[in-house]
C-alpha cells in the first residue's frame, strides 16, 4: 500500500458556510482552521493547501466565556515609539466584529507562507447575509 501525497493541481476545494451565533469563539476557531488546513481530509498533507473555503455569518453575535468581554486585550503597534494601541474584546465585538474572529482563526493556524493562502480562504461577515451564494456553500456543523 503506497502514501498519497496531495498535490495542488488534484486538490478539490469545497465550500463551508457556518453560522458563529451564541457559539464560543475558541471552538469555532479550531473547528474552523482544521477546515482550513485540510485536516477533515484523508488526503492532508502539510506542505500542500488542501484546505476548504469557510464563510463565517452572524460574526457579531459570537459568545465569549467566562469574563473575557472585559479582560481579553488586542495589542497593535504603529512601530514607532508610544505606538502602542489596545482595545478589549467587548469594544472590538462592536467596532469590527469580523476582525475578532479573524484574529482568533489566524493564532490557530501555522505561521509560516502557506497559513497566508490559508487565511484567505475565511470570509467573515457579520450580518446573515453573504455574497457568496453561486458557490452553493455546504453548511457545517460544530
Same mark, same amino acid.
Given at each position: 500500500?503506497?502514501?498519497?501525497? %496531495? @498535490?495542488?493541481?488534484?486538490?478539490?476545494?469545497?465550500?463551508?458556510?457556518? &453560522?458563529? !451565533?451564541?457559539?464560543?469563539?475558541?471552538?469555532?476557531?479550531?473547528?474552523?482552521?482544521?477546515?482550513?488546513?485540510?485536516?477533515?481530509?484523508?488526503?492532508?498533507?502539510?506542505?500542500? &493547501?488542501?484546505? &476548504?473555503?469557510?464563510?463565517?455569518?452572524?460574526?457579531?453575535?459570537?459568545?465569549?466565556?467566562?469574563?473575557?468581554?472585559? &479582560? @481579553?486585550?488586542?495589542?497593535?503597534?504603529?512601530?514607532?515609539?508610544?505606538?502602542?494601541?489596545?482595545?478589549?474584546?467587548? %469594544?472590538?465585538?462592536?467596532? @469590527?466584529?469580523?476582525?475578532?474572529?479573524?484574529?482568533?482563526?489566524?493564532?490557530?493556524?501555522? @505561521?509560516?507562507?502557506?497559513?497566508?493562502?490559508?487565511?484567505?480562504?475565511?470570509?467573515?461577515?457579520?450580518?446573515? %447575509?453573504?455574497?457568496? !451564494?453561486?458557490?452553493?456553500?455546504?453548511?457545517?456543523?460544530?
Amino acid at each position: 500500500m503506497r502514501t498519497e501525497v %496531495a @498535490k495542488k493541481e488534484t486538490v478539490n476545494h469545497q465550500w463551508f458556510v457556518v &453560522d458563529a !451565533e451564541n457559539v464560543v469563539l475558541g471552538r469555532l476557531a479550531t473547528q474552523v482552521a482544521n477546515v482550513l488546513r485540510g485536516k477533515h481530509k484523508p488526503m492532508y498533507t502539510p506542505s500542500v &493547501d488542501t484546505g &476548504d473555503f469557510v464563510v463565517i455569518v452572524n460574526a457579531e453575535k459570537i459568545a465569549l466565556t467566562g469574563n473575557k468581554m472585559a &479582560d @481579553k486585550v488586542y495589542y497593535s503597534h504603529s512601530g514607532f515609539p508610544g505606538g502602542i494601541k489596545s482595545s478589549t474584546a467587548a %469594544a472590538m465585538l462592536s467596532k @469590527k466584529p469580523e476582525e475578532l474572529i479573524r484574529k482568533a482563526v489566524k493564532g490557530m493556524l501555522p @505561521k509560516n507562507k502557506l497559513a497566508r493562502h490559508m487565511l484567505k480562504k475565511l470570509k467573515v461577515y457579520s450580518g446573515g %447575509a453573504h455574497p457568496h !451564494e453561486a458557490q452553493q456553500p455546504a453548511q457545517l456543523s460544530l
